[in-house]
């Protein structure tokens, strides 16, 4: 791709760089109203004139170019190093005009990096109702760059800022080789000398912040000490007198190009609705109340609400297979159309709605910034248990899925902090323990009975598991806490951005993309191994199973019809390799009271615990008590006997140690390896796999000893 | 001498100076600059941490950073 010309979006966290990417491609990049969304790089394509495609980057929020966390590294290891793959040709840095100041700093820092450079003000309607007004020319004449005005939520003013970009593009700025502050020219000159022409600027970042920057070794760093030393050069004093500098600048171009309508009467600002509603929702009391309300609405809403679009899918899936079967002729094909494939696929569909409705309540927390509410009001809460208040976007975000989750504790400055989260996250129940929680809830918790007469029972039983897996997360990072040495201080300095109106456009987006991975990912992944479970539960070693049915009938004589075909289905499930590794690992869970059948489904969740639903039901429908009618998964599983006490399997006790064996367990390949790669060690996943897979048998061991 | 982590809720201050250099960068990057004027506006449940308005928007942060911040009142 030589000669693209690539420009970065560059700005302060929350400032709208992903929504403008979002305008300017036409792609779905993740945004949210909290600093902090994006953590990685994201290319698209902007029709810049008619003819003439350039390259949009995405990047991470940074406050200034000396990074404090690694989602900044990323972003300055591009703009510091121009042999850099993805080093832009011009940056557009989006400032936030409702705070200025704070995002000029970062702009005059790009700027004196040689980047040549347009200023796009965003979030001019929020500035105007804080009653900023900004003469943006004279801003431009002040500056000395192109300024264009827009709405990057709305898509407004992007044809102004077409013409800025074009403009820059062909003039170039041409870099002023000032220095902000001053510094021994034998010091640049040195810098220059061993690594190479640079603007001073940049040769003074290299300096600086030569650990960070991947395009060193370890012999350049060590050069690069000495050369601090030889010029007694104290960086961090630098980058504050820096730091001063700059602002005492801006506050005066500041001070010609702002006015503020609210000041001019009023020495106290007008509140805003912003004031209004943190009175409540950061409230020391009403805070946490507001906040355990919510979660236990959205609780509610997934597990009630989403009962009535889930029957229709239920009794459609057995509406259409009814149909099938009456029209097809009678035979094993049929049968694995209608009650294997359709059957399976229905299985993924029935969680839709559930799925939906968690997206949605956890896209309303971001798009609102209420999110970052709860990251302040649980700060002092998750800092007693080695976490940090920035560890809230990751765990909550782990209700959907742990993989993004994990890649979202980037923006946790301290090491320690950011991996005690990324260890204990995947211990919030993620979307597909879902399924597993709703049949079984079904089965152990009566269906009819309420709490207080209001709250469906099963529903509380779901918000139960769900604070549980909470509770043990933050009970394993206080342990972690206390085995795993500090670095670094921990800190937590953080933004509140004003509430916004959700936009529900992109609201519908991100529910329809998780559905969409949800039925094609999780889909693909139930389906290859329900095929790979149908073979081997259905073949067996040597001719074992040929011989079954001739043994069955002469050991029960007795025995005709339904209950031969029975007894002789379950006889050959038994003796399939599927059956021997079952009975295999049977000696080891049958104290969490499992029988060889539910061990089959353990051993197949470990890749993914999706998987767990679509494998029970290819178990009980292979291995006979097929009544036709009611053979859905819930009610095979509901009509399973325990063959040594002759009562029903799936009892309370078993249940409920299922249900806990799930929250805990680490059944998840995806989450190991982006643990791996967060890391860059295998020491991480593999303790995370040992310390979640002991976590989760001692608990349902536990729970079975005490209910049976 | 009195720093951030003083100030009670409605009350005002002016940045005069920092005791912790490795904060210190942070602090001025996100606008809290000597001379600059501060208002305490909310604190967590438990006191901890602290909400404040500086140069426009609200800014948090744990009791023990915002007692690295000297004061003076306004
Ligand atoms: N009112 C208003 N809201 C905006 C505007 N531009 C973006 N937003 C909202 O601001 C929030 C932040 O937008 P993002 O695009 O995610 O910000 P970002 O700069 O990519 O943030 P990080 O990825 O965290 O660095 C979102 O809730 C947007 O909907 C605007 O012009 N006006
Ligand atoms: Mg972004």
């Not at chain 1, 290891?77 to 989006?94: E, F, K, R, S, T």
Request: net charge neutral; proline share 4%; aromatic share 10%.
């Amino acid at each position: 791709m030589a000669n693209v010309t690539r420009i970065a979006l560059i700005g302060n966290p929350n400032a709208g760089k992903s929504s403008l990417f979002n305008t300017l491609t036409g792609l779905n990049q993740k945004t949210g109203n909290f600093p902090g969304v994006t953590m990685d790089k994201l290319t698209g394509i902007w029709e810049l004139e008619p003819g003439r495609n350039i390259e949009i980057l995405d990047l991470p929020g940074i406050y200034s170019i000396y990074p404090k966390s690694i989602d900044e590294e990323l972003v300055i290891n591009i703009l510091g190093n121009p042999q850099h793959p993805d080093y832009p040709d011009m940056a557009i840095v989006v400032a936030d005009a409702s705070n200025l100041k704070r995002n000029l700093l970062l702009f005059s820092q790009v700027r004196d990096l040689g980047i040549p450079t347009v200023l796009a003000l965003n979030m001019i309607d929020v500035a105007e109702n804080q009653g900023y007004v900004i003469n943006s020319l004279k801003l431009a004449r002040e500056l000395n760059v192109e300024v264009a005005e827009i709405n990057a939520k709305k898509g407004i003013g992007v044809g102004g800022l077409k013409l800025a970009v074009i403009k820059t593009l062909k003039h170039r700025y041409a870099s002023n080789d000032a220095l902000p502050l001053s510094v021994a020219d034998e010091l640049i000159e040195d810098v220059q000398k061993q690594f190479g022409e640079a603007d001073p600027y940049r040769s003074l970042l290299w300096l600086m912040e030569h650990d960070r920057m991947k395009m060193f070794n370890q012999e350049q760093r060590e050069s690069f000490d000495h050369l601090l030393e030889k010029h007694q050069f104290e960086p961090k004093k630098y980058k504050s007198a820096e730091t001063v500098k700059r602002y005492e600048q801006i506050s005066e171009v500041v001070e010609r190009c702002v006015i503020n309508l609210n000041r001019q009467w009023d020495a106290e600002p007008v509140k805003t609705w912003t004031d209004r509603l943190d009175k409540v929702f950061i409230h020391s009391f009403w805070g946490y109340v507001i906040f355990l309300a919510i979660l236990f609405i959205m609780f509610q809403a997934v597990f009630t609400w989403a009962t009535y679009p889930m029957d229709l899918i239920d009794g459609g899936v057995a509406q259409l297979n009814d149909w099938l079967k009456g029209i097809l002729p009678d035979s094993p094909l049929t049968g694995m159309l209608t009650d294997g494939l359709i059957a399976g696929v229905g299985g993924v569909l029935i969680f839709v709605p559930q799925i939906a409705f968690l997206f949605f309540f956890i896209s309303m927390l971001e798009e609102t910034g209420y999110m970052s509410r709860v990251m302040f009001i649980m700060d002092k809460m998750m800092r007693r248990f080695g976490l940090n208040g920035k560890s809230v976007v990751p765990l909550i975000s782990g209700i959907a899925c742990a993989v993004p989750a994990i890649m979202s504790t980037r923006s946790i400055g301290s090491w320690k902090d950011r991996l005690i989260t990324i260890l204990v996250t995947p211990l919030m129940s993620c979307s597909a323990r879902l399924p597993i929680y709703t049949v079984l809830i079904a089965l152990v918790v009566p269906e009819k009975n309420t709490l207080f007469g209001v709250f469906n029972l099963q529903g509380v039983a779901l918000f139960g598991l769900y604070l549980l897996g909470f509770f043990m997360a933050l009970l394993s990072a206080w342990v972690l806490k206390k085995i795993l040495r500090a670095k670094e201080r921990s800190y937590f300095i953080m933004e509140l951005p004003t509430y916004k109106g959700p936009r529900f456009k992109h609201v519908a987006i991100s529910i329809y993309n998780s559905v969409r991975a949800f039925i094609f990912e999780a889909g693909k992944i139930i389906v290859a191994i329900s095929i790979v479970l149908w073979v081997f539960a259905s073949y067996g070693p040597g001719d074992s199973m040929a011989k079954i049915e001739e043994q069955v009938r002469l050991k029960n004589p007795s025995l005709t019809g339904v209950d031969l075909s029975n007894k002789i289905a379950s006889e050959k499930l038994e003796n399939s390799y599927a059956g021997h590794f079952g009975k295999l690992i049977e000696p080891a869970i049958k104290p969490l009271g499992y029988d060889w059948k539910i061990g089959i489904a353990l051993i197949t969740s470990f890749a993914a615990r999706e998987v767990f639903v679509g494998t029970m039901s290819t178990i009980y429908s292979l291995g006979g008590e097929v009544d036709n009618e009611n053979a859905t998964i819930k009610n095979r599983m509901r009509a399973e006997i325990n063959p040594d006490t002759g009562k029903p399997m799936y009892d309370a006790a078993l249940g409920f140690s299922l249900l806990i064996f799930y929250a805990f367990a680490m059944q998840c390949m995806s989450t190991l390896a982006t643990t791996y790669r967060e890391t860059k060690s295998w020491k991480y996943p593999l303790i995370q796999f040992g310390y979640m897979t002991t976590l989760a048998y001692l608990a349902a061991f536990l729970v079975y000893q005490i209910l049976s | 001498m009195l720093t951030l982590a003083d100030l009670r809720i409605g009350e005002h201050g002016e940045i005069t100076g920092f005791t912790d250099e490795l904060l210190s960068l942070k602090l001025l990057e996100m606008g809290c600059l000597p001379g600059t004027e501060v208002i305490l506006t909310h604190h967590a449940p438990f006191g901890d941490p602290i909400a404040l308005k500086v140069s426009g928007y609200t800014l948090t942060m744990r009791r023990e950073e915002a007692a690295t911040i000297q004061i003076k009142r306004k």
